[in-house]
């Protein structure tokens, strides 16, 4: 590994020689845009380039390549590590005193809320025994009534039909009267 940082840093130092030289190169006269270069100290900087650049590239390469693979293994412990503690605070949590008392609470309300329930309904139960009884006594009131009134209508009928009788009597009198 050292070896190979040494090369990485023959290239580094290649490249900053190049441009070293490039910024103290002076202008070819007339035209700022060119610059006057050894040719001889150029070419033997980028042949130490050229040398080392396939060996940089693997280099480089085989980093890359040991970083994704370093990232991939950590990804794969953190989501492991990640599930089995989700795994492990639900056991925790589900075995929690204060979950096993709200539990026991909720069973508390559920209970005391079906006899709610079940009182409600006997008290629904009784109020419509109540008001049929109020409808019965009505009923019987009524037919008391009604008793009452065919009673005294068949007295008075029985009354006119009496008079009616004597009516015809006294009719049948006056014509045996009148006959005789």
Do not use: C, W
């Not at 090369?7 to 202008?27: E, F, G, H, M, Y």
């Not at 006594?137 to 008391?144: F, H, Q, S, V």
């Amino acid at each position: 590994m050292e070896k190979e940082n040494s090369k990485v840093a023959i290239v580094i130092n290649s490249v900053n020689t190049l441009q070293k030289i490039i910024d103290q190169a002076p202008n070819i006269i007339f035209n700022s845009h060119f610059i006057k270069v050894d040719k001889n100290t150029i070419k033997t900087e980028i042949d130490k380039i050229e040398a080392l650049m396939p060996e940089a590239f693997k280099q480089a390469n085989s980093i890359i390549e040991d970083k994704e693979q370093i990232l991939n293994d950590a990804q794969i412990k953190a989501q492991n590590i990640k599930e089995e503690t989700e795994i492990e605070i639900k056991q925790k949590i589900e075995s929690h005193q204060i979950v096993q008392e709200a539990s026991h609470y909720a069973t508390e309300i559920m209970d005391i809320a079906k006899q709610e329930a079940i009182e409600m309904q006997v008290m629904g139960v009784r109020h419509a025994d109540e008001k049929l009884q109020r409808v019965e006594y009505r009923l019987k009131a009524l037919l008391n009534t009604m008793h009452e009134e065919v009673q005294k209508f068949e007295n008075y009928l029985t009354e006119v039909m009496s008079i009616v009788r004597e009516e015809r009597n006294q009719i049948k009198d006056t014509i045996n009267k009148i006959t005789d």
